[in-house]
C-alpha cells in the first residue's frame, strides 16, 4: 500500500471520530449517535455491492463497448491498407481457377447464425498455398513498404484486448520478414518454397477469419461501410464496389 494511501485513511477516521466527538458534546446524546453510526454502517455494504458491483460492471461494460469500437476501427484501417490485397495476393497463387478459393459470398441479411457458419467452415478448411518467384517478389514489395504502418498498428494498446489480432499481424510480420531476407526467388530449392507456402497460410487462415468477424461487426454497427465491404469483399470472385440492385 502506498504511503499516501495509509495517510489519507488515518486522516479520514481521525475527522470522523472528532465529528462525533463534537456531535456528543453539542447534544449529549450517544444514544442518537450510535443508531444512526450503525444504520450508515449497515448500508456501507449495500452501498458496496451497488458502486463496486453494479456500478462499476456497467462503467467496465460501457468501457470495453469503447475499447472495441476502437479497435475494430483499427482492424478496419489494416483490412484497407494491407488485408485485402493480401487476401487477394495469396488467393491468386493458391488454387487454380482463383475463383475456387473466393467461395464466402455475404448477403446483406446475413444472421448471427450464418456468419458463425462461415467461421467455422473456414477454420476447418485445409488449404495449400502454392507460391511462385513472381507472387512471392509481389507480396514481399507489397509488404516491406508497408512495415511501417504495421508497426504502427502494434503500438496501438487497443490491441491487448484483441488476441486473435494481435496473432493475425504476428503472423503477417513473420511472413514478410521470411520474405525480405530472401534476395532471390527465382532459385529457392522446392523445400523453401514449401516453407513460405506453409507461413503464407498461416497468415491467410487468420487473414480471411478475421475479415468475416469485421463483416459481422459492421453489419450491426455502421451498415453503409457493411454494404461497401461485401461489394469489395475480396473472398467473392463476383465482387464489385458497382452497385447494380
Not at 472528532?18 to 448500508?43: R, S
Not at 493458391?94 to 441479411?109: L, W
Amino acid at each position: 500500500m502506498k504511503r499516501w494511501y495509509l495517510t489519507l485513511a488515518i486522516v479520514l477516521v481521525v475527522l470522523s471520530a472528532l465529528t462525533y466527538t463534537l456531535h456528543y458534546l453539542v447534544f449529549e446524546d450517544l444514544h442518537h449517535i450510535l443508531i444512526f453510526a450503525l444504520g450508515d454502517l449497515a448500508f456501507v455494504f449495500i452501498e458496496v455491492l451497488l458502486v463496486t458491483l453494479i456500478i462499476h460492471e456497467l462503467l467496465e461494460r460501457r468501457e470495453r463497448m469503447v475499447r472495441l469500437s476502437k479497435l475494430n476501427m483499427v482492424i478496419g484501417a489494416f483490412y484497407s491498407e494491407v488485408g485485402m490485397e493480401l487476401i487477394k495476393m495469396i488467393n491468386g497463387m493458391q488454387c487454380e481457377p482463383e475463383s475456387a478459393c473466393r467461395d464466402v459470398k455475404v448477403g446483406k441479411a446475413w444472421t448471427h447464425k450464418d456468419f458463425a457458419e462461415t467461421i467455422e467452415r473456414l477454420r476447418s478448411r485445409k488449404g495449400v498455398v502454392k507460391v511462385e518467384p513472381n507472387g512471392l517478389r509481389e507480396m514481399r514489395d507489397f509488404l516491406s513498404k508497408r512495415r511501417d504502418f504495421l508497426l504502427r498498428l502494434m503500438e496501438n494498446p487497443n490491441l491487448l484486448e484483441h488476441e486473435r489480432f494481435t496473432e493475425l499481424l504476428l503472423a503477417v510480420f513473420h511472413i514478410t520478414d521470411e520474405l525480405v531476407a530472401r534476395e532471390d526467388f527465382d532459385r529457392l530449392p522446392a523445400t523453401d518454397l514449401a516453407h513460405l507456402g506453409g507461413d503464407a497460410q498461416r497468415a491467410y487462415s487468420r487473414l480471411i477469419v478475421e475479415w468475416v468477424l469485421y463483416l459481422e461487426y459492421l453489419q450491426k454497427a455502421y451498415p453503409y461501410l457493411f454494404s461497401l465491404a461485401i461489394r469489395e469483399n475480396p473472398l467473392d470472385a463476383a465482387a464489385s464496389p458497382v452497385v447494380i440492385d
